[in-house]
């Protein structure tokens, strides 16, 4: 068995997102197990993603590891799974990985950004990809937001109930919020905000990207916010917005786990 | 009878296009004009649009003009049209427009976008609103080749075949080559052109960035552009590039066209 690592853009739209469900939901994962299924003649393959991103997120840079018995050139895999896949999910890289490589288990670290429209409209070009709120936001009140979440925290505030997760502290290294280009017509702002951390809790990001809209607005500030992360009690945290407008951009290994890329065409 | 002047965004993907047709493909002028009916009991309207967009073409900015005879007071009329158009299409603003205003026949210029995707591989997160070539350009060549149509020419060279129009004399404003935010992954860079003039000839734009990227990949240079320009054969010029990159952005119109805007919301 030769153990690979492909890294994968998809728009989630229409995906029920990233893990494979007992009910036949359309899923990335259950999509791609498929595509390589019918590449090696009905093989079943596991395929390990490195977020288990939600119905209706993106990602640009999402990384799933698996074992096949036939052996690739990487490239000539990932032109084949592009030949076999739907076009809403393609494979943009891939390489040859430890066979200890698991993408999920190894990931250091995570990228996402969340695009906010803020148009008294939603605007029809961006409504697959940017969540919408028809409210003026105060950038620097989010901004101010926006810091509060860096370094080590438990984010137990942030995280979704029922989660099974060992600990719910993690260390965010930048959270940033930026204008993003181009207009929502007639005249609302678009927003750009970007967070890395270590890790993530489930809807965590959607959770902070919430609480960035409330600041915005003027309805909560950064200090309320700071002693609702602290409280430790999800009931005390604003709720989180919605999955469209999240991309997982990237995600980061230690050296070891970090396989030179292979470029790929078509 | 009162006259409306109509500012819509639409998600060109799924249109066949601006125009109404016999045959019953989903149109957007015949989804708008559906939409009226509804809200006026049926009444049939007949909405003009300033920008015959071909399928897959976007707009940001489309105006549509037409009559009815119940009297709406603007924002009203973008909000009642808002909860039964389907998502794909929204009215951004609404005014109330001199009896005697036609979008088409009064605008005095227009803007259109158009985004180029050169990844390697198509984004799946911009396959619906980014034509898509797998190859490095060069923006220097680029930029040089959209500096030829500024000025006033005979586009006849890029003009569709089978077109009546009277002329295709245009002016062209505004031609220019900018690099787009956000990444392709793995590294293929995003252009955005954009061109204002004071009309279009139907797939001039896509002509135009045709020639772009012939221009930016090094097969054809500023000078045979030039001498293609003024050969006025359609047959001597590069293919027009796919839609699905293509937005109208916005419509002029002389000040006397021009009624106020009124905003709307939801």
């Not at 929502?184 to 965590?204: H, N, S």
């Amino acid at each position: 068995m030769t153990t690979y690592r492909v890294t994968l853009a998809y728009d989630g739209t229409d995906f029920a997102g990233w893990q494979a469900q007992a009910a036949g939901a359309r899923t990335v994962q259950g999509t791609v197990e498929e595509a390589l299924a019918r590449l090696g003649g009905g093989e079943r393959v596991a395929v390990a993603g490195a977020g288990r991103t939600d119905a209706g997120v993106h990602a640009l840079g999402q990384v799933a590891s698996f074992a096949l018995a036939r052996e690739w050139a990487p490239s000539d895999l990932a032109r084949a799974l592009n030949a076999v896949l739907p076009d809403d999910v393609r494979a943009i890289a891939a390489a040859l990985a430890p066979d200890a490589f698991h993408a999920r288990r190894q990931a250091t670290g995570k990228l996402y950004r969340y695009v906010l429209d803020t148009g008294p409209v939603p605007s029809p070009l961006r409504r697959r990809c940017a969540g919408h709120v028809p409210w003026t936001l105060d950038p620097s009140a989010m901004t101010e937001a926006a810091a509060v979440f860096v370094g080590r925290h438990d984010f137990a505030s942030l995280a979704s109930t029922g989660s099974s997760v060992k600990t719910t502290v993690r260390t965010v290294t930048r959270s940033e919020l930026r204008a993003g280009e181009g207009e929502t017509p007639p005249g609302g702002a678009i927003w750009v905000y970007e967070v890395e951390a270590d890790g993530f809790l489930r809807k965590m990001v959607r959770s902070i990207v919430g609480a960035l809209v409330e600041a915005g607005r003027g309805a909560w500030s950064a200090d309320r916010l700071r002693a609702a992360l602290a409280a430790r009690d999800r009931r005390a945290w604003p709720a989180p917005i919605e999955a469209r407008g999240l991309t997982l951009v990237r995600v980061d290994y230690a050296a070891a786990g970090a396989a030179p890329r292979d470029r790929v065409a078509g």
